[in-house]
């Protein structure tokens, strides 16, 4: 069975600026205004968002009736959650770089990029048994384990990629792999 995924990422908010570790925080006034300004997404035939406010407020300004999806989830960064990143490295050096080199590392006490790769594609997988059209308006780092996982590329490749805020990243499943579908 055949399955598109959109993805779209959330739009910025005042942590993605400062480079915090993010909390539910909602979605600065000009990314609501930059979504809404946004070329609607084609039909699906599922719409799903994290559950986070900055995604459900993305979803909103794009006018798409999305159903909540706890899959979606940002990687959980414990108790690293509101705090900069900058003073992360600072503080705690050796956590922060065994984080940013050991896939199965999760100092902060919440989910190692490991973990959320497997999360998302087996969020991904049930996706193909349904086949159709998906949205997924969800977070830079779901999105980059989603990219890790289409490409069956080593766990150390998520730091490769940059996922902007409101970027839409498309893929594609015959029911057997996944492909990355770049479009004009």
């Known amino acids: 069975m055949n ?23 909602p979605l600065e006034h000009k990314a609501v205004e930059e979504a809404g300004r946004m070329i609607a997404p084609p039909r699906a035939d599922r719409i799903a968002t994290s ?6 407020q993305t979803a909103d300004a794009l006018r798409l009736e999305a159903q909540i999806d706890q899959a979606l989830c940002d990687c959980d960064h414990g108790r690293w959650a509101g705090r900069s990143i900058a003073a992360i490295g600072t503080e705690e050096p050796e956590n922060f770089m065994g984080w940013m080199s050991d896939p199965e590392a999760a100092p902060h006490g919440g989910e190692s990029l490991r973990d959320l790769r497997k999360r998302i594609a087996g969020w991904m997988d049930g996706q193909t048994v349904l086949g159709g059209h998906v949205i997924a308006i ?15 590329a080593p766990p150390s490749s998520f730091w490769l990629s940059d996922v902007e805020p409101l970027s839409v990243i498309r893929m594609t499943s015959n029911g057997q792999r996944w492909s990355l579908r770049f479009q004009h």
């Open 51 to 56: 559950p986070a406010l900055r995604a459900r």
């Open 3 to 25: 399955t598109r995924l959109t993805w779209i990422c959330h739009g910025a908010t005042a942590a993605s600026r400062k480079a915090l570790f993010p909390l539910d925080e």
């Open 138 to 152: 969800s977070h830079a780092a779901v999105i980059r384990a989603a990219i890790v996982h289409v490409l069956q």
